[in-house]
């Protein structure tokens, strides 16, 4: 079974406008953690934001948000006020206590593109 | 503080070869992971090294294997390389594998294998 899923391939917002990345996730641990990365088309993978399963409180970092809706397995990352800069692949991972390497399993991605 | 570096940026090899990828970790970071990230699809958990050990695997066959020296640098090695094997290979490092829970892995820029 998939773990994390992310619906939307490619997503178009307009500059200074907000957007919402969908992600969903399977897990059946009670503690985990989600993160969202940054991918522009250098290759460099940049973290972005954490959200703990037991954080009472949405994470935010600066322009980012995560929206997070435990009982929905949900952690949308919400953008505010898109730049130019923004345009990159995102990818929705998290880390559930499965193996013993605690690796991140991450989605597919999806490709935002910011409108001038 | 220095980052994770990967050596070499981009690599051509023939079906059939071998090729060894290498990465520093960033400063202070004893785990290094590696990932594989096939074009338009999220990072596959390949192997992580701890303490100069193997530490977990991801779903790949025996051809890909790994060092992890003294100072915690790594090299992947791949044989009898397949097509499929073309791809964005991604370093990571961290303190220890996946704890703190909320720790987020480091990544190198990655080194870009075309098979041909």
């Known amino acids: 079974a998939q773990k994390i899923t992310q619906t939307q391939p490619g997503m178009f917002v307009q500059e200074k406008e907000a957007v919402t990345l969908d992600c969903t996730y399977d897990?059946?641990?009670?503690?985990?953690?989600l993160f969202w990365y940054k991918q522009p088309s250098s290759g460099e993978m940049i973290f972005l934001i954490y959200?703990?399963?037991?954080?009472?409180q949405n994470a935010t970092e600066g322009r980012y948000s995560l929206n997070f809706q435990k009982a929905r397995k949900s952690a949308n990352l919400v953008i505010s006020a898109s730049q130019l800069g923004d345009s990159a692949m995102y990818f929705c991972a998290m880390r559930d206590s499965s193996g013993s390497a605690r690796q991140l399993t991450f989605g597919s991605g999806t490709q935002l593109t910011v409108l001038p | 503080e220095t980052g994770v570096t990967q050596s070499p940026t981009h690599l051509i090899k023939t079906r059939g070869q071998q090729v060894t990828l290498r990465c520093s970790s960033q400063s202070g970071h004893n785990t290094v992971s590696w990932y594989q990230q096939a074009l338009g699809q999220g990072p596959q958990f390949i192997f992580q090294?701890?303490?100069?050990?193997?530490?977990g695997r991801g779903n790949f066959p025996p051809r890909f294997s790994g060092l992890q020296f003294p100072n915690y640098s790594s090299e992947l090695n791949v044989n009898a390389l397949e097509l499929d094997d073309s791809a964005l290979y991604l370093c990571?490092?961290?303190?220890?594998?996946?704890?703190?829970?909320?720790?987020?892995?480091?990544f190198g820029n990655g080194t870009r294998l075309t098979v041909t």
């Open positions: 090294y701890y303490r100069e050990e193997e530490n």
């Open positions: 990571a490092s961290s303190l220890a594998p996946g704890r703190p829970h909320n720790s987020p892995l480091h």
């Open positions: 897990t059946s641990d009670q503690s985990y953690g």
């Open positions: 959200q703990g399963s037991y954080d009472e």
